[in-house]
C-alpha cells in the first residue's frame, strides 16, 4: 500500500508557475507515477507520467512544453513543474502510482486503471 499526498497548488495569475510536489509513504523506486487533474464539470484527465526508470516521459498533448514531471527517488517524491499557466489549467491535480509488473505497457500510465494507488488531490486556481 503507498500513501500519497500532492502539495504545492494555489491561487496563481495567468501566465505564472507552481511546482506540485507528490510525497510517497514508501520507496518510489519501482513505482511508475503520474499526475491527472479534474476541471469543474470535466472527467479526470491525464497530464504526465514517469515509469520507475526514468527514461521516457508522457504528456498529454495540450501540457507538452509547458509542464515537466520528475522524480527523485531518495525523497520518495515525484514533481509537476508547471508553466505559462493559463485559465484551462484551472482543476483538482491528482498524483497516482502504479506497481512495477512484467510485462507491463507504459501506454497504460495514460490512462486512470493504469494506476493502483492515488492521492487526495490539490486544487491549482488560474486567474485571468
Known amino acids: 500500500q503507498v500513501q500519497l499526498v500532492e502539495s504545492g497548488g494555489g491561487l496563481v495569475q495567468a501566465g505564472a508557475s507552481l511546482r506540485l510536489s507528490c510525497a510517497a509513504s514508501?520507496?518510489?523506486?519501482?513505482?511508475?507515477m503520474g499526475w491527472f487533474r479534474q476541471a469543474p464539470g470535466k472527467e479526470r484527465e491525464f497530464v504526465a507520467a514517469?515509469?520507475?526508470?526514468?527514461?521516457?516521459?508522457y504528456y498529454a498533448d495540450s501540457m507538452k512544453g509547458r509542464f515537466t514531471i520528475s522524480r527523485d527517488n531518495a525523497q520518495n517524491t515525484v514533481y509537476l513543474q508547471m508553466n505559462s499557466l493559463k485559465p484551462e489549467d484551472t482543476a483538482v491535480y491528482y498524483c497516482?502510482?502504479?506497481?512495477?509488473?512484467?510485462?507491463?505497457?507504459?501506454?497504460?500510465?495514460?490512462?486512470?486503471?493504469?494506476?493502483?494507488?492515488w492521492g487526495q488531490g490539490t486544487q491549482v486556481t488560474v486567474s485571468s
Open positions: 514508501r520507496r518510489t523506486l519501482y513505482l511508475h
Open positions: 514517469i515509469p520507475w526508470s526514468g527514461s521516457n516521459l
Open positions: 497516482a502510482a502504479a506497481e512495477g509488473r512484467i510485462g507491463w505497457n507504459p501506454e497504460r500510465l495514460r490512462y486512470e486503471s493504469g494506476y493502483d494507488y
